[in-house]
């Protein structure tokens, strides 16, 4: 085992020397440097008995270097290997939904960490729903007085169907103040790694209604921010107050968030007020819309100039692409592989999210010794064995999956330690699918994943141990 080189995710290109190079201080002592000859993703490591040279094509890719040149070093010092490498794809992210259970400053900060470590390069950060409002917004106050917070959450496993709940009785919330929010964008850059937004609209958005009941289809009606889970039916109106709202908002969250991606969600927006509202209605009527449905594709048009005037990009999930939306956004597939096939023939950039493979909320093993879960079953193999780019897609639709993207909803994730737990391993495998791995067999994959999981645990983020 101390022989083991034990890189996740594993190099594209690995020839192991024979000996070792044994200095005092094998990080501190390797030369690097960014240069011209190499491919802006690619990087490569010599070491030698002499010696060990970092090389990268840019400063990200000088970052991977680091990464994987600081698995490499062992009791024994640091194996004489030639590796070459770079990812497969553009997009290797998590999805951090932080709504449905609050989570720290410092906890973001650590799963960043984590990102670093397995060379992933998107945080998506899920800072609105139903169940809360987490981010600042200076013009309208209320959202984080009163949707940042629920008096109290569901107990228990929420059927289909369900009517009758029994609660916690205890309040919960939290929200980031925009100070935190640039500390944990700064920290993320510093790292390579981009943190995409998501204001989730113009569907779950029952905390913001509670905060500002102007906003839905009953402005006379006081309702709370949302204590069970599932699909709220109140979903913004499409006035045109409403639509300045969201833009206004929308302008305030650029100017927290400087990358290129924001996430509109865009996902199960049910159109039922919409169809009993005369005001939703009049505007159907208006805009020569022959069902309800098609507001969404209306409203999400509106508030995404935002984006386009300050040359920002629209992300959303995969429902978007039946609402006319922007060609240019950028789709993420959740709900399977033919959504991503869908998106990618209809001419869109996509990212797969397949829930069947990368929503790291179902369980691992059998429920019955699990901590409770939404549902379904994703051990870590299937993870190992998931597929990035979807069969039957021809060379040219293929090149349109940018990446693949894991997700972590936390309905029934109510800390830290419950997240860690889910997300590890499982990140771990996946992030030789996102990076684009050689695959190699599952045992040797665990193999490899015994020695690497002591690092993750070094960061301060639990796992599940390995079976």
Avoid at 145 to 161: C, D, F, L, Q
Avoid at 345 to 358: L, R, W
Avoid at 395 to 402: G, H, K, L, V, Y
Avoid at 432 to 456: I, Q
Wanted: charge should be negative.
């Amino acid at each position: 085992m101390s022989d083991l080189i034990a890189i996740i995710p594993a190099p594209r290109e690995l020839v192991r020397g024979e000996g070792y190079w044994t200095p005092a201080d094998p990080a501190g002592e390797a030369v690097r440097s960014v240069v011209e000859n190499l491919p802006d993703e690619e990087y490569r490591i010599d070491v030698t008995r002499d010696g060990a040279r970092l090389s990268g094509g840019s400063d990200q890719a000088l970052r991977h270097a680091e990464q994987t040149f600081a698995q490499l070093i062992g009791p024994n010092g640091v194996p004489v290997v030639n590796i070459v490498d770079s990812p497969r794809f553009e997009w290797r992210g998590l999805m951090l939904d932080v709504v449905r259970h609050f989570m720290p400053k410092e906890f973001v900060l650590r799963v960043i960490d984590a990102l670093e470590l397995h060379r992933m390069n998107r945080l998506h950060l899920h800072l609105t729903d139903d169940q809360g409002w987490r981010v600042q917004i200076d013009a309208y106050p209320r959202l984080t007085e009163v949707g940042a917070w629920r008096p109290e959450t569901m107990i228990g496993k929420m059927s289909h169907g369900q009517t009758e709940f029994t609660y916690d009785g205890k309040p919960h919330g939290g929200f980031y103040t925009k100070d935190d929010l640039r500390e944990i964008v700064e920290y993320a850059e510093q790292r390579g790694i981009t943190v995409v937004p998501e204001i989730d609209l113009p569907g779950h958005m029952q905390a913001a209604i509670a905060a500002y009941p102007e906003l839905g289809n009953h402005p006379g009606k006081q309702i709370g921010v949302r204590q069970v889970w599932g699909i709220s039916e109140d979903v913004l109106n499409v006035n045109d107050s409403t639509v300045e709202f969201v833009r206004t908002v929308l302008r305030e969250v650029l100017e927290i968030f400087p990358g290129p991606y924001i996430h509109l969600g865009g996902d199960e927006c049910p159109a039922n007020q919409w169809r009993e509202s005369p005001a939703a209605q009049a505007k159907q009527a208006e805009l020569g819309l022959t069902d309800a449905t098609q507001l969404q594709g209306w409203f999400t048009a509106q508030v995404s100039t935002v984006l386009a005037e300050d040359g920002r990009r629209l992300v959303g999930w995969d429902e978007m692409v039946e609402t006319d939306c922007p060609k240019d956004a950028v789709i993420m597939a959740w709900r399977g592989a033919d959504r991503g096939e869908i998106a990618a023939k209809a001419g869109h950039d996509v990212v797969m999210a397949a829930h069947e493979s990368v929503y790291f909320d179902y369980y691992q093993a059998d429920p019955e010794t699990e901590p409770l879960a939404i549902g379904h079953f994703t051990p870590l193999e299937k993870v190992y064995d998931f597929d990035v780019i979807p069969a039957g897609l021809t060379p040219e639709e293929s090149s349109r999956i940018i990446g693949t993207q894991c997700q972590v909803w936390t309905e029934y994730m109510e800390d830290e330690q419950h997240v860690g737990y889910m997300l590890f391993p499982r990140m771990s495998a996946f992030a030789e699918r996102a990076w684009g791995s050689p695959k190699t067999s599952y045992d040797e994959f665990v193999e490899r994943l015994r020695v690497h999981l002591p690092r993750v645990t070094a960061l301060g983020i639990n796992h599940r141990p390995l079976d």
